[in-house]
């Protein structure tokens, strides 16, 4: 909405006093429009605020210790569902935690009872959305690499479901991204030593190497990893 004025002194930053967020509030004069406080405020707030690297590791544990208290206190945590309209998603508490990276709280989600393999939605290329496909997609590695070790059992299903526009499995989407980053974001490639641990794992829940996807098979793509 272009006519909204965000009042960044209502804001709850941790760090961050209310004279510093007012260096960073502005009235509806100063910006002409959404496009230009995108470029312009944004950028100066994040520099302020994701640059404190030094409260990260505060930040990440009192995070922990809130989400596994709260799980600790909750009998479905697949009660929690956030609804998307407009991508006609829904994500659960699980669901959102792969966002974080943080194999702990998602562990513990599963142990206490979140289906990892509910389908929720669907991308705009038809790939049904599961807690795989997400840990994929958010390039969650340190996430991956704990469900593919400790939930194998709950892969099976999933582990070769290819039914999409694409024809792809969740082997063939991490192999695909992995030749994406090796060519054209070479900061986010993990290396080809991590790639073929996360191939072990794959093949270790039973992935097909064989099946045929729009960008190849597996066994294609790994030629050029």
Known sequence: NENSNINWKNLNVPGMTDNEKMEYSFGSSDVQSYKEYILGALPEFFSFYIG?????????KALKEIALYLLEKTENPDSFILENTILNQSWTALFMAVETDEPQICKALIEKGANPNLILGKT???????????CIA??????????????????????????????????????????????????????????????DLFRACGANFDIESKFGSANELLKFI
């Open 138 to 199: 958010f390039k969650a590695y340190n996430v991956l690499e704990m469900f593919l070790k400790d939930f194998k059992h709950l892969l099976k299903e999933e582990i070769n479901e290819h039914d999409n526009e694409f024809n792809v499995t969740p082997l063939t989407e991490f192999l695909s991204i992995m030749l994406d980053d090796k060519q054209y974001r070479k900061d986010e490639y993990i290396g080809f030593k991590e790639v073929n641990k996360f191939i």
């Open 52 to 60: 404190k690297r030094e409260t990260y590791p505060y930040q990440t």
């Open 124 to 134: 705009e290329d038809g790939i049904k959305i599961t807690f795989l496909r997400r």
